[in-house]
């Protein structure tokens, strides 16, 4: 039992003093918390208050009337709940909420000390920059800059333009679209682009085998050809009409990829080697042999028609890459290794067990590039064909007699037997493309020209590159 006396002094007010014995340590009446009526439930008020204690500013916690904010809580309040586009809110140690790390440029407003915010835009002629055409941009700290202002005519190459009068911006044919060098190009009376009505197309996905070469139209994908096709009854004389996106040679036949992915093949028909299977949809690329046709799906799967009764053509997925010549062909798998497949003869089908980027093959040896831009070939080496110079490529061709590659400086490489060695003009010069065959070699420079040779033999048939209107 509480025992409790009281004792009273009365001045101007009553004060009153309370006083017990001790004997009850409250465990059964436990004090009642204070109930602030400025408390929130919102997790952000949560500060370091201990019970018994006087809510403050500085306890981290908004529990009075007066405070916005307390420490690092400040209730649902952001910069951007304040009308700013960005930063942070500090609280002030009166519990107030400053704004001074808060950003309002990107507000989509215009406020005091800005020329412009998000989604403004102005003409390049409205402010005395000196630029008659163009629009303003607003920068990342709301101040209008002329990076996209210019005046076409001045000669100088400015903001938006691409050109302006005489000055190309050191373009050419050459450098636009894939158009070969001749021809010129000329600054629009908008300096926002060229005229190139008197470019010239060039030839592009050159393939070449024996007298004969054809490749692709880079302005429209047409199929154009020259040289001396093989004599056969069956040979029809003129490429199909359409567009195309890759080209390949037989010895006999011709097959194309078109737009569209399916293939097309002309010339000789004798065993099948023209007669694209049924479904003939998702092709990637194609590769036409001696008697016989391959081709890569989109899937990596290989598909095979014409004189295949020796293949053992491989049933997996995963291929990137397929080349064929005689009568084998090779391709580079998932992981890539080399798989070749066909008739056996001289080592031919035997590529090496290592990994590899690109390859091509002649009648009875193969080289490609490794992974770490060397080369490395394989098969028949009479005459050095099968012989590589040192040094990194990045692209190369194989044919009967000799091979050709192309350095990373754009030079080119020819081994094999000596007729068939660079004349000094081409040795000089840099190219982006190489295709060779049994009795000549065509590549297409950097500048998308196109040149042709027969090493030391005066050829008996024309292997000059046609002119594309």
């Given amino acids: 039992m509480l025992r409790v006396g009281i004792f009273c002094i009365f001045l101007s007010l009553p004060s009153c003093l309370f006083f017990g014995d001790g004997s009850d340590n409250n465990k059964n009446n436990p004090p009642t918390p204070t109930n602030n009526t400025n408390n929130t439930t919102s997790s952000s008020t949560t500060g370091t208050t201990m019970p018994g204690e006087e809510p403050k500013c500085g306890d981290g916690a908004i529990n009075q009337a007066s405070e916005e904010c307390d420490m690092e809580a400040f209730s649902t309040h952001t910069c951007k709940t304040r009308g700013f586009a960005s930063g942070e809110l500090k609280c002030s140690p009166q519990c107030k909420i400053e704004t001074i790390e808060?950003?309002?440029?990107?507000?989509?407003?215009?406020?005091?000390?800005?020329a412009c915010d998000t989604n403004t835009t102005a003409r390049c002629s409205t402010i005395e920059n000196g630029f008659e055409s163009g629009l303003?941009?607003?920068?990342?700290?709301?101040?209008?800059?002329?990076?996209?202002?210019?005046?076409?005519?001045?000669?100088?190459?400015?903001?938006?333009?691409?050109?302006?009068?005489?000055?190309?911006?050191?373009?050419?044919?050459?450098?636009?679209?894939?158009?070969?060098?001749?021809?010129?190009?000329?600054?629009?009376?908008?300096?926002?682009?060229?005229?190139?009505?008197?470019?010239?197309?060039?030839?592009?996905?050159?393939?070449?085998?024996?007298?004969y070469n054809c490749g692709l139209r880079s302005d429209n994908g047409k199929v154009m050809c020259w040289g001396e096709p093989f004599a056969d009854a069956?040979?029809?004389?003129?490429?199909?009409?359409?567009?195309?996106?890759?080209?390949?040679?037989?010895?006999?036949?011709?097959c194309a990829v078109k737009k569209d992915s399916s293939i097309e093949c002309w010339g000789a028909i004798g065993g099948g080697k023209i007669n694209v299977p049924v479904n003939n949809i998702d092709y990637r690329s194609v590769a036409a042999g001696k008697e016989h046709t391959c081709a890569l799906k989109n899937d990596g799967s290989i598909k095979c028609w014409g004189s295949i009764e020796t293949f053992d053509v491989p049933m997996e997925r995963g291929f990137k890459s397929l080349v064929s010549h005689d009568k084998y062909s090779c391709a580079i798998n998932a992981t890539n290794e080399i798989q070749c497949f066909g008739k056996e003869t001289e080592n031919r089908l035997v590529a090496p067990i290592e990994k590899f980027k690109r390859i091509s093959i002649g009648v009875n040896h193969g080289c490609g590039i490794r992974m770490n831009d060397t080369l490395k070939c394989w098969g028949n080496d009479n005459e050095g064909k099968a012989t590589p110079p040192d040094g990194k490529f990045k692209a190369l061709s194989a044919s009967r007699f000799h091979t050709c590659a192309i350095a990373m400086d754009n030079r080119l490489s020819c081994w094999g037997a000596d007729r068939f060695m660079l004349p000094q003009p081409i040795a000089m010069d840099h190219f982006i493309e190489i295709s060779t065959a049994a009795e000549h070699t065509c590549a297409r420079r950097v500048d998308n020209t196109l040149v042709c040779w027969r090493g030391s033999f005066t050829p008996t048939y024309n292997i000059t590159p046609p002119e594309i209107d």
């Fill in 136 to 211: 303003l941009s607003c920068s990342d700290t709301c101040q209008f800059e002329a990076d996209q202002c210019y005046t076409c005519g001045n000669g100088t190459v400015e903001g938006t333009e691409k050109c302006d009068g005489n000055n190309l911006d050191q373009q050419t044919c050459s450098s636009l679209r894939g158009y070969a060098s001749k021809g010129d190009i000329e600054c629009s009376s908008s300096c926002l682009d060229f005229n190139i009505g008197r470019c010239r197309p060039t030839l592009v996905g050159l393939a070449s085998r024996q007298k």
């Fill in 102 to 114: 808060c950003n309002a440029c990107g507000n989509e407003r215009i406020d005091d000390g800005e």
């Fill in 234 to 254: 069956d040979n029809a004389p003129n490429p199909p009409e359409g567009e195309f996106v890759q080209v390949s040679l037989g010895e006999t036949h011709r």
